[in-house]
């Protein structure tokens, strides 16, 4: 990655951010009651695979299908 030292020095910052830097105590907690008040459409956002479909899931989360596919494993 490259960077204009022009743009730190004039007062701006940077920032790195992985998965959401959330403080999952305080936001798990409101995920939670946002689901409950129906106000937050998880079930949505989750595609179901079994395991062996797993090269479809990947693709289709790739290519922007599915927001977050979940694979299913089988019973032994």
């Given at each position: 990655m490259s960077l204009d030292v022009n743009n730190?020095?004039?007062?701006?910052?940077?920032?790195?951010?992985?998965?959401?830097?959330s403080t999952?105590?305080?936001?798990?907690?409101?995920?939670?009651?946002?689901?409950?008040?129906?106000?937050?459409p998880f079930d949505e956002?989750?595609?179901?695979y079994d395991f062996e479909d797993i090269e479809r899931a990947v693709e289709e989360q790739e290519n922007g299908e599915v927001v977050k596919?979940?694979?299913?494993?089988?019973?032994?």
């Open positions: 730190v020095l004039f007062g701006r910052n940077i920032k790195g951010v992985i998965e959401g830097n999952p105590d305080l936001f798990t907690p409101d995920l939670i009651d946002l689901y409950r008040a129906g106000k937050s956002l989750v595609t179901y596919p979940v694979l299913r494993m089988s019973e032994p």
